[in-house]
């Protein structure tokens, strides 16, 4: 049975996961510590080749707009846990897993037309470890 203590604790690590993406992503914004960024994108695009890199500026700037996102969004959810979620339990629940659920479905689109389909397969993992817990109302 999950608890609303347990989706509590649940939701900040759903923040770290989404969250955490933010700086390696930031790090993409300058050639000299783009390596991070370059490793991960990689790595999500199946197989470790090395194709991916930070060479063009459109690139950085890229990588400087989805760590924002990134980290804003996580910042957001750790937030949603601490100071709305006791008020608001389930819709904080809810209001989080729609999310989740939006990106699952544009970021693994984008990925399979972009020829990416492997990102499209992993994001299947981190969605399962992001959500976790949070499929299912808590009780009490």
Do not use: C
Request: without cysteine.
């Amino acid at each position: 049975m999950m608890t609303q203590t347990f989706h509590k604790f649940w939701l900040k690590i759903t923040a770290i996961v989404i969250g955490s993406f933010g700086p390696i992503f930031f790090l993409g914004t300058m050639l000299s510590t783009s390596e991070a960024a370059r490793w991960t994108l990689d790595i999500l695009s199946l197989p470790l080749d090395g194709v991916q890199n930070y060479n063009e500026p459109t690139t950085r700037f890229l990588s400087a707009l989805t760590g924002g996102f990134l980290f804003g969004w996580g910042v957001m959810v750790w937030f949603l846990s601490t100071w709305v979620y006791d008020k608001a339990p389930e819709q904080v629940r809810k209001t989080v897993m729609v999310g989740l659920l939006s990106w699952f479905v544009l970021d693994s689109a984008g990925s399979i037309t972009s020829g990416n389909t492997s990102n499209a397969i992993i994001n299947i993992v981190v969605l399962l470890i992001a959500a976790g817990p949070l499929w299912r109302p808590a009780k009490g």
